[in-house]
């Protein structure tokens, strides 16, 4: 009987963001992938991922944005954080389909 | 007036409030104060881009760093729900700015949960389980359950 099982299709899907693309999302990825985030939906109705769960592991730090005001640059700091959602099998443990939202 | 202009630095934030719409909010902020006219909303209206109506404005909120966690969710759905009316084609967009609420807003138990599963429609439509017709439809019950009405002083018009 099928009960989910990750098959690649996240990563190859161009709707989701699966790469880090800069060092605080490299760092968000490792820490989501070691120390594990918070369980957000259980059971997924998705046939991929059926019987899986959905969790999310959120990191916010301090972007320095600069906006320009009559050619003259200001350095703002923003608050961002970088989400990031996978999936854990219950029975197993094993987690994957890591993607940034 | 205050909590005003956060909405608008957290609009400009997410990319959805023009330099236009600014700039009519400030003038019509301005026929409306018979009494007392805030430089700010002079400085807004003569303002000649984006950028530098976000500097006024951050400097008027007098702080080191922006605080939007007080901010009501339901009037930017509410406002997202106008901006979707206009450009329901940049629904995945849209989802994502409602998905990231919760990153920098207070949002209760049960809108968090529907923000959740509003926004697990979206990665099953990614995944083509589901049609973009079913999605707009989830979409449009999203915001069918928490649009309200937006005060006057947070209308800003497309």
């Avoid at chain 2, 649009?147 to 497309?158: E, T, Y």
Wanted: aromatic content about 16%.
């Amino acid at each position: 009987m099928w009960d989910g099982k990750w098959t690649g299709k996240i990563s190859k899907n161009n709707g989701f963001k699966t790469e880090p693309e800069n060092l605080q999302e490299q760092l968000t990825l490792s820490e989501a992938q070691s120390n594990g985030g918070t369980k957000i939906m259980g059971k997924m109705s998705d046939p991929l991922w059926k019987n899986w769960e959905k969790f999310e592991y959120n990191h916010k730090f301090l972007n320095y944005e600069v906006k320009m005001v009559n050619g003259m640059p200001r350095v703002l700091p923003l608050e961002h954080t970088i989400s990031i959602h996978y999936f854990s099998n219950p029975k197993t443990g094993e987690t994957s389909g890591y993607k940034f939202k | 007036m205050e909590n005003s202009f956060l909405y608008i630095l957290y609009y400009i934030e997410k990319k959805i409030i023009t330099y236009e719409q600014i700039s009519l909010w400030a003038d019509r902020m301005l026929f409306s104060n018979k009494e007392t006219i805030p430089f700010v909303l002079i400085q807004l209206s003569e303002a000649k881009s984006l950028d530098e109506q976000f500097i006024i404005l951050f400097d008027e909120m007098n702080c080191e760093q922006l605080n939007f966690s007080n901010l009501n969710p339901l009037y930017i759905i509410s406002y997202l729900n106008c901006y979707y009316q206009l450009q329901n084609e940049k629904v995945i967009s849209i989802i994502n700015i409602i998905f990231h609420l919760k990153d920098d807003i207070n949002v209760e138990k049960i809108l968090l949960q529907d923000i959740y599963i509003l926004d697990d429609y979206c990665d099953t439509f990614l995944s083509n389980v589901i049609s973009i017709e079913e999605l707009k439809k989830h979409v449009h019950f999203f915001f069918l359950k928490y649009s309200v009405k937006i005060p006057d002083v947070l209308q800003f018009f497309f």
